[in-house]
Each structure stands twice: as C-alpha cells, then as structure tokens.
C-alpha cells in the first residue's frame, strides 16, 4: 500500500531551527509537496521538489532524496505564527495525490 | 484569503437532512477538487473536476454528490449522512487541468458535524 509518514507532533522554541521529517513509500513519485495549515484555516502552499536536492525559500527550505524516498522541511528563525500542522504530500506515478496525517508544530517562547 | 471560499463555514445536521456545500474560486483555474479532512488522518480526496468534467470518484459514498456547474463554482450535495461523515470539508483548485505538479489553492472549509 502507499504511505506517507511524518511525526505527529513537535514542539521548538521561538529563534531556533526545527526540522519536520516526510518518508513516503508509494508506487511510483512525480513530486512531493509541502504545505501549512493554521488550525482552523485552509492548507497553504510552500513548497514543492521533484529532483534531489535542498530548495530554499526565505526561513523555510525543503530537502528531497528519491532514493531514500525522505523529504524534510527546514524551519529557521522560528516565530510565534509558525506554530501550525505541515502536511507533506507525495504524487505517484498515477499522479495520485497521496497526503500524510500532517505534524503539529508548538512553538514555545 | 487563498482566492477560493466556501460556505457555510459550520454545518450541523441530521441524518435525515439534505444540505449542500458550496465552493467558488476567483482564480481562473480549471480544476477543482473536494477533500474531507478527519483529526489526525491525511487528507482523503473525493472528487475532482477538470474543464467541469469529473475525472476522480475515490469510491465515495453515494450520499455525497457533487456538482460543478462551471470552471469557478463545485457544490457537495448531501443527504442522509451519517455521524463518522462529521469531519472537515476542503474545496481546493488548481491551473493545468488538475496537473499534478501544480498547487492547489484551497478554501477554508466548513466543519460538518452530523448528529
């Protein structure tokens, strides 16, 4: 069956680094995306990586190994409003979309 | 704002109700999507639409059915739901006719709770 993995929940403190883990097993892999949902709001876009390797965008950088069907997501300079679920989501070789449970963040101060 | 609203934002019905979701989008795109978001578990997708014809059908309920009268509007159609179909409802859409490599822009969804 296809699987997406990733910890239910972390907690990190307001200035440090915080890295959020996605393993995948699926049949087949056109793209993993990362996204953020603020509870009780819509799940938004941040990032998305089809080849290996680390793509940065401000404080948050995403990284992609195919072979060892992992991705993570790098929070830095972390901040009160970063407190949210990320959800990772891998599309398969029938372009299926398939979404992980998502990984609550706490941020403390 | 993501450019894609849904209404109402809470529902609360009973099983013998019929009720609808609504969702439009207000950016061009021609793909649209139903999702229903339960605690703690991935994102399950419903339906999508493409150029207003449906190509997925999860294997959804026949209670649920949805209706995409044009590229901007997707309705969820419910009737004689049950309690473990209380859950949140997401409405996403997209460019490239539902492409898989594009975002999706999703809406806020309305929280379901049947009784």
């Given at each position: 069956g296809q699987n997406i993995d990733q910890p239910t929940e972390m907690t990190a403190t307001e200035g440090a680094i915080v890295q959020i883990n996605c393993t995948y097993q699926t049949s087949g892999f056109n793209g993993l995306f990362w996204y953020q949902q603020h509870a009780g709001e819509a799940p938004t876009f941040l990032s998305y990586n089809v080849l290996d390797g680390l793509e940065e965008k401000g404080r948050f950088s995403s990284f992609l190994s195919r072979s060892k069907g992992y991705s993570y997501l790098l929070l830095k300079e972390?901040?009160?409003?970063?407190?949210a679920s990320y959800l990772c989501a891998v599309t398969d070789s029938n372009y299926q979309l398939i979404w992980g449970a998502g990984t609550k963040l706490i941020i403390k101060p | 704002e993501t450019g894609v609203t849904q209404t109402p934002r809470h529902l609360v019905m009973g099983m013998t109700n019929k009720k609808s979701l609504k969702c439009e989008q207000?950016?061009?795109?021609n793909a649209m999507y139903w999702y229903k978001q339960s605690a703690k578990k991935p994102l399950e997708l419903m339906f999508v639409y493409s150029l207003e014809e449906r190509?997925?059908?999860?294997?959804?309920?026949?209670?649920f059915s949805p209706e995409c009268p044009n590229s901007s509007h997707l309705f969820l159609h419910l009737h004689t739901?049950?309690?473990?179909?209380?859950a949140l409802y997401l409405c996403a859409s997209s460019q490239?006719?539902?492409?898989?490599?594009n975002e999706q822009f999703f809406g806020p969804g309305t929280r379901l709770t049947v009784l």
């Open positions: 972390l901040q009160m409003k970063d407190s | 207000h950016l061009g795109h190509v997925e059908n999860n294997s959804v309920p026949s209670r739901l049950q309690p473990e179909d209380s490239g006719g539902g492409d898989p490599w």
